[in-house]
Structures are given as C-alpha cells and as structure tokens.
C-alpha cells in the first residue's frame, strides 16, 4: 500500500472521512492469502494477493482493466483454482452458499421473470406454491413487480439485470459475487440498479464482493473499497466507508462522498501510472 501514500498524503486521514469508530469486527468471511494465479497461456493475472472478507461488508474491487479482479472474483467462486497461496473459508456452509451476477444476466430465454427467479429455489428443493411469496418479494424490490410474467426478451437491459440480481439473492446467500454487473447499462439505469442493489442488501443482509472500474459506483455502494494496480492485483489502497451512511440521492451529492471518489481517483491514477 505504499505506491499511492504520497499521493494521498494531503487527503484527511482515512478515520477522519471513511470510518467512524472503530474499524470493522466483523467476522471473516473467507481470506485470500497470498494468492497467485498463473494461466497455462503464462500470463500471471495476479501475484500475492491477501485480502479477507468480513461479513456483511460491500466490498469493492477497484482497479484498471486486466488488473486481475474478475481473476480474483472467480477465484473466491471456486471457478477456477489459484497457482500459488491459499483461499481460506471461515466455514464450509458459505463456501457452498454463494450467488453470482455477471456482466450479462444470463436469464433462461424462455421463462417469465418469476420462473427465472425460482430456479436456484426450484434447483434446492421448493415448490413454486411456497417460493412464491418471497420471489414476488425479491421483484419487488428491485421494481419488477408488475413484470413476473414477462419473458426476458420483453425487459430492457436493467430489468434482466434486476431479474438476475433478484435470483442471485434469492437463496440468502453468504457470498455474492458480482462482476461487473452494470457495465453495460447507461448511467441513469446504473444510478438505478446501484439504488436497487442498496435496497436488497439491506432487506438480505448479504455480504457483496463487487468488481467494478467506476469510482462513482465503488463510492455508492461499498463499506471498504481496496483499489487494485495493474501489477498482477497489488493492493494500493483500501478505505472503509461508515455502513451506516445512509445510500441515497444526498449521499451522491455529499462532501464525503466527493472526498471518497477524489481519494479513489487518485489511487487509481496511481496505479494505473506504474507501467509507465
Ligand atoms: P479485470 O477483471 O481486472 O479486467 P481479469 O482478471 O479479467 O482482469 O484479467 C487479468 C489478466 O489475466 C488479463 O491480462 C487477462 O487477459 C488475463 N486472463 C484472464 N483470464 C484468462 C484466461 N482464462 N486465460 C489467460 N489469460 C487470462
């Protein structure tokens, strides 16, 4: 966490604007401990790469593309194995109880909304009669209420995310893993989504690991931020955001949240500076 000290030398001090009280207790989740992953191609996505997750944290990966956080991301899903170092599981229930969201919603083409959602519950055991309440729950958090009987080819971009959003939670997972998600959403429907995702979480109570390249995105929704470099994933900086802050509209518009997109601003120039 060296690379960015002086950049950031002139901000306040992290306690003083992210983080009122003590630092988090949480519980840890899993801990990546010095995790490397080479691909057969040669390429190293990520060399020594130690972080943890504490329960019920939004926890954002920030970094320039190719800086390994998808990598990182899959990592944790037991997607794909690393090459060096260890991926350590405070228990084995969350390990098997994760959710994922994708860049793409991946939604099934020929179910309704309502069915898409029932799956990870269908595929665990319960009848629709019983999902039900508590899908047309999860849609209506995320606004999709009135469409539980359309099909996918019926929504616009943000309602299949909000649809994939919704089935990810829909089993309480532990974990959810999130790349990406919005990425290919305008702003105003990614304004919307991140509000949407706030709402869920707080209804959910889930801990969210969530890779993105936006600053404004990372300053909304996490409670700690770690901004990654190119350098095959090296930390540069983390900053713990106060959870109780309430997300809204006000909070896009407030002095700690333009000193927490300055403080990633510069985290990100720093990183991204180290190749040249
Ligand atoms: P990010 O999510 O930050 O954009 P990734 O984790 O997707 O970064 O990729 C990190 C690096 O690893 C990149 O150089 C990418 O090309 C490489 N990479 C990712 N997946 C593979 C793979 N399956 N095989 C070979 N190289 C890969």
């Known amino acids: 966490m060296n690379q960015t000290s002086d950049v950031l030398a002139h901000d306040a001090k992290p306690a003083d604007v992210f983080a009122d009280g003590p630092r988090s207790a949480a ?5 990546l401990k010095g995790v490397g992953k080479t691909f057969p191609n040669g390429v190293t996505a990520l060399s020594d790469l130690n972080l943890e997750v504490r329960k019920g944290e939004t926890l954002t990966l920030l970094g ?5 956080k998808s990598t990182a991301l899959r990592l944790i899903a037991g997607l794909t194995e690393p090459s060096a170092g260890a991926i350590d599981w405070a228990n084995a229930s969350a390990r098997s109880n994760i959710g994922f969201v994708f860049q793409e919603p991946t ?4 179910a309704t909304v309502f069915d898409n959602v029932y799956l990870p519950l269908r595929l665990a ?30 929504l616009s971009g943000g309602m299949k995310m909000r649809c994939a959003i919704a089935r990810a939670f829909i089993t309480r997972p532990a974990l959810v ?22 709402a869920l979480k707080a209804h959910l109570g889930a801990t969210i690991v969530f890779v993105t390249h936006s ?37 896009r518009l407030s002095e700690t949240f333009s000193k927490i997109t300055r403080r990633a601003s510069h985290a990100l120039h720093a990183a991204m500076g180290e190749r040249s």
């Not at 702003?187 to 995702?197: A, H, I, Q, S, Y």
Request: hydrophobic letters at 50%; a negative charge; one cysteine or more.
């Open 27 to 31: 519980p840890r989740l899993v801990s």
């Open 64 to 68: 320039p593309s190719g800086c390994g």
């Open 107 to 110: 939604l099934l083409p020929w």
């Open 125 to 154: 055991g319960h009848s629709r009669a019983e999902a039900r309440g508590q899908i047309m729950e999860a849609l209506s958090r995320v606004g999709l209420a009135d469409f539980a009987k359309a099909l996918p080819r019926e």
């Open 177 to 198: 893993l999130m790349d990406e998600p919005f990425a290919a959403l305008d702003e105003v429907t990614r304004f919307k989504l991140n509000d949407g995702l706030v």
């Open 215 to 251: 600053i404004f995105e990372s300053a909304f929704l996490s409670t700690r931020i770690l901004v990654m470099s190119r350098a095959q994933g090296a930390l540069v900086d983390e900053m713990e955001i106060d959870p109780a802050i309430a997300r809204d509209d006000a909070f």
